[in-house]
């Protein structure tokens, strides 16, 4: 726009200095002095420019195949989820969904690294593709799928609750005003206790850990008068005491935490195996397909069981790389959803005891809940 108007502003000058040359002269006498001068100016132009797009995370199927294992960030301190045996093996609820997804996609449960994450590095792993499956009771959340990564289907529904000493003297939260409570930064926990007390119009006093061990050793040592969590880790963690009947959970549930399996942003097909591993796992249990039966069940008459196990049609291993019998791998190598929750939280598992409840399948009263796979 500048440019233009110099010009103008030029013939205006020289008409101005025709006038100044006539000022004298008699009637008839004209002396015409015009000069234009066009000058050229650049004007500097600031120009929006959009930042690039970050780089998607692409081929994640093509790493995991070249380096010959899942990478699978997780725990291993937390009984029951992600744990080491007397051997220094990993295993846990958590755990035997990563072997899942290395049974269907190398036809060996063992092709995993676990890779242990504290709760303020699960983010940061997901986000720059650290690990291709972050399997580590992480809650689902809005904002966690917006930055972190995707989430596939929840594995196991929970709600945050409160322990407590059963010589506390408490006997519901109204009584909490004033209370010590342990807990674990970078969490939904510490969020939601925040929540908690100011919508109750209470105060607290927050200790905070980062390391979920040391929250739990702190409350156990009289360092808090509470301490919360998932109620699932409650249970756990209480099993692990020295007097667990010293110590009461209580029946309060105050959010929502729907514990989900998540992979890295930016590549659709790993996501789409990651998310029919679950599937496998849930309608197994609901066709009454085990670790002990699968290669039996490949002659059933039931077509829904047939196609589970890929002895008829394609479920979409062909558009996703896999083998037909990918996902009867999995099944094989850690057994059916329930299977899986009866090993570590069942009334014979080798953690602790827990109701299935919510986590029990859609048609038996609970929630859980997977698409067909066909």
């Known amino acids: 726009m500048y440019k233009r108007l110099f010009p103008v502003l030029a013939i205006l000058i020289a008409l101005a200095l025709v006038l100044s040359a006539c000022g004298g002269t008699t009637t008839g006498e004209v002396k015409t002095v015009v000069e234009t001068v066009i000058v050229e100016v650049e004007v500097p132009v600031e120009v929006e420019v959009e930042a690039a797009p970050a780089p998607a995370v692409e081929g994640i199927l093509t790493r995991v195949l070249e380096r010959g294992y899942v990478v699978c960030g997780g725990r291993t301190d937390l009984a029951g989820f992600g744990m080491l045996d007397a051997d220094g093996h990993n295993l846990g609820f958590d755990i035997d969904f990563c072997r899942a997804v290395a049974a269907a996609v190398f036809g060996d449960p063992e092709a995993v690294e676990v890779v242990p994450l504290t709760a303020a590095d699960r983010g940061p792993a997901l986000q720059t593709a650290e690990v291709d499956i972050l399997s580590r009771n992480v809650t689902w959340t809005a904002s966690r799928d917006?930055?972190?990564?995707?989430?596939?289907?929840?594995?196991?529904?929970?709600?945050?609750?409160?322990?407590?000493?059963?010589?506390?003297?408490i006997t519901s939260t109204d009584e909490f005003d004033g209370a010590t409570v342990c807990v674990t930064s970078g969490t939904t926990t510490e969020q939601n206790l925040s929540d908690f007390?100011?919508?109750?119009?209470?105060?607290?006093?927050?200790?905070?850990?980062?390391?979920?061990?040391?929250?739990?050793?702190?409350?156990?040592?009289?360092?808090?008068?509470?301490?919360?969590?998932?109620?699932?880790?409650?249970?756990s963690v209480r099993s692990g005491f020295a007097d667990p009947e010293a110590h009461i959970i209580l029946d309060i549930t105050i959010s929502k935490e729907p514990l989900?399996?998540?992979?890295p942003h930016g590549d659709d097909a790993w996501f789409d195996i990651v998310k029919l591993v679950s599937f496998a796992l849930i309608n197994a249990e609901e066709l009454g397909v085990t670790q002990a039966n699968v290669e039996d069940m490949k002659s059933s008459e039931n077509i829904n069981v047939l196609r589970l196990l890929g002895v008829e049609g394609d479920w979409g291993y062909t558009d996703l790389g896999l083998t037909p019998d990918a996902l009867a791998n999995a099944i094989a190598a850690v057994g059916n959803y329930g299977e899986i929750y009866d090993r570590y939280m069942g009334p014979q598992g080798i953690s602790f005891t827990l109701p299935r409840g919510p986590n029990n399948l859609w048609n038996e009263g609970g929630l859980i809940y997977a698409p067909p796979v066909k």
């Open 146 to 169: 917006a930055q972190w990564g995707n989430f596939t289907n929840v594995m196991f529904y929970d709600g945050q609750g409160f322990m407590i000493r059963k010589d506390s003297g």
């Open 260 to 263: 989900t399996p998540a992979v």
């Open 197 to 235: 007390f100011r919508q109750n119009g209470m105060e607290y006093e927050a200790v905070i850990f980062e390391e979920t061990p040391a929250v739990y050793s702190a409350y156990e040592d009289g360092r808090c008068d509470i301490t919360t969590s998932d109620k699932s880790q409650l249970a």
